[in-house]
């Protein structure tokens, strides 16, 4: 077949068809779920998910759930354990992506166990880890952005 008569034959290497959302930010993050009762951040975090699916699983086959479908179905039923799992394999992919990417950030599954659960035991390791996620996700939106 002609290459010019196929309009979906790619030739170089392959753009991405929507630009992702590189603006996530800690401050933003907490004043607006702060000032909209938690939705921002339901909407943030779904996002995210979105997000990765997008950048990463045409390189890992896997697919991480919708927040939503986790915050409000799954969660509840698993009193709240899902919630871990949840955020274990996200944090492993998008690790595995920064590295795919040789993007020089350091972000894994660890990040989540020692910040977000055992740091918060002095209250701040959550938020830690919420803006090490957040980072996490610009630089890999802002690659995917660039390169496909």
């Not at 595995?96 to 977000?116: C, P, Q």
Request: proline residues 3%.
């Amino acid at each position: 077949m002609n290459q010019q008569m196929n309009p979906g034959f790619a030739q170089g290497p392959m753009y991405p068809r929507m630009q992702l959302k590189t603006d996530r930010g800690l401050l933003k993050y907490i004043l607006l779920s702060l000032i909209t009762c938690g939705i921002y951040g339901i909407v943030v975090m779904s996002t995210i998910s979105t997000d990765v699916n997008t950048v990463a699983s045409r390189y890992d086959g896997k697919q991480t759930m919708h927040y939503c479908l986790l915050c409000f179905l799954i969660a509840p039923i698993t009193c709240g354990i899902a919630y871990f799992v949840w955020y274990h394999n996200l944090s492993t992919r998008i690790g595995n992506e920064l590295h795919r990417r040789n993007i020089a950030y350091s972000f894994s599954a660890s990040d989540f166990w020692l910040w977000s659960v055992l740091g918060s035991l002095i209250i701040v390791g959550p938020f830690i880890y919420l803006h090490k996620l957040l980072t996490a996700t610009n630089y890999i939106c802002e690659s995917y952005n660039i390169n496909g």
